[in-house]
């Protein structure tokens, strides 16, 4: 993803697949605001929150690998 610098309590990820990742991350009960053919919208939330939200898009098939490892990372820490 190409995230760009926020003044909110919320990142923008633009992608071309919106719709797709949108039904995926509700379906996962992730809740985002979507906005088809766009990107999403997701809000910088509790450390839980934030923690499922990286879990479940690093299941999601469209994702580079790095955003993989930036969600292990995190799971790691946490346990710490």
Do not use: C, M
């Not at 003044?7 to 906005?35: C, E, T």
């Not at 098939?61 to 946490?78: G, V």
């Amino acid at each position: 993803f190409q995230v760009d610098n926020s003044q909110a309590n919320f990142v923008w990820l633009p992608r071309s697949d919106a719709q797709q990742l949108i039904d995926y991350l509700i379906q996962r009960k992730v809740i985002i605001r979507g906005f088809p053919g766009e990107g999403i919208r997701v809000t910088i939330a509790t450390p839980e929150e934030n923690t499922q939200f990286l879990n479940v898009i690093a299941d999601y098939p469209a994702i580079r690998p790095e955003i993989k490892r930036k969600a292990h990372y995190a799971n790691r820490y946490k346990k710490l």
